[in-house]
C-alpha cells in the first residue's frame, strides 16, 4: 500500500497542475509588461533627445550666422523689428527662423521655432538694454565701454553684444526648449 501510494504522488507529479501553468503566465506576463514598458519609454527618450539634439544645431548654426555678419550691423539685421532694417547693408536676417524636423508650439504666433533675443529690459525689439538682469547672458554689462551702465538704448553704440539663440518646439514629452547664449564683441 506505502509503494502504491509513493507511485501515485510520483504520477501527480509528473506535470503541471492548471494552478501552476496560471502562476507561471502571470508571471510571464508581468515580465513582459515591465519590458515593454522599458521599450516604450526608451523610444521616446530616443526621440526626445534626437529632438534636442535637432534644436543644438539649429541654435548652433544660427549663431554662426550671426558671428558672419558684420558686427555693427548685427542687431538691427536679428532683431525683431523692422524699423532699424534702412541701415543696413545686406537684407536683415528678422529674429525668428525656422528649424526643419521639430513642431513650434500651438501658442507660437509666427509658428517658427527659433529666436534671436537681445536684452532689450522690456522696452521692445528695437531697444538694446545694458542695465538688465540676466546672469546667463552676463548682464548687466557695460555695453558701448562708456564706463557706465544705464538705461539708455545702445543699438547703435554697442561694442558688446549678448545675443541667445532659442528654440522652443512641442515633443512627445510636452514643451520643450533650449537656450544658447554668447556676447559679441567688436574686432
Known amino acids: 500500500m506505502c509503494h502504491e501510494i509513493s507511485q501515485r504522488s510520483r504520477q501527480a507529479r509528473g506535470g503541471f497542475t492548471v494552478v501552476e501553468v496560471l502562476v507561471c503566465i502571470v508571471i510571464l506576463s508581468i515580465a513582459l509588461s515591465g519590458f515593454t514598458g522599458t521599450l516604450v519609454a526608451t523610444l521616446g527618450l530616443n526621440r526626445v533627445q534626437s529632438e534636442t539634439v535637432i534644436a543644438r544645431e539649429a541654435a548652433q548654426q544660427m549663431l554662426e550666422t550671426i558671428h558672419g555678419r558684420t558686427f555693427g550691423e548685427t542687431f538691427a539685421a536679428f532683431n525683431a523689428t523692422a524699423a532699424d532694417d534702412g541701415t543696413l547693408l545686406t537684407p536683415a536676417f528678422g529674429a525668428a ?3 526643419p524636423g521639430l513642431e513650434p508650439l500651438a501658442a ?6 527659433g529666436e534671436v533675443l537681445f536684452p532689450n529690459g522690456g522696452n521692445g525689439p528695437g531697444f538694446l538694454a545694458e542695465n538688465e538682469n540676466d546672469d546667463a547672458l552676463g548682464l548687466p554689462l557695460d555695453l558701448n565701454g562708456d564706463g557706465a551702465i544705464d538705461a539708455a538704448n545702445h543699438a547703435a553704440d554697442y561694442r558688446m553684444l549678448p545675443v541667445r539663440v532659442r528654440v522652443e518646439w512641442r ?3 510636452g514643451p520643450r526648449h533650449l537656450d544658447l547664449e554668447t556676447l559679441l564683441c567688436a574686432r
Open 108 to 113: 507660437d504666433a509666427d509658428q517658427r521655432c
Open 97 to 99: 527662423f525656422d528649424v
Open 171 to 173: 515633443s512627445a514629452a
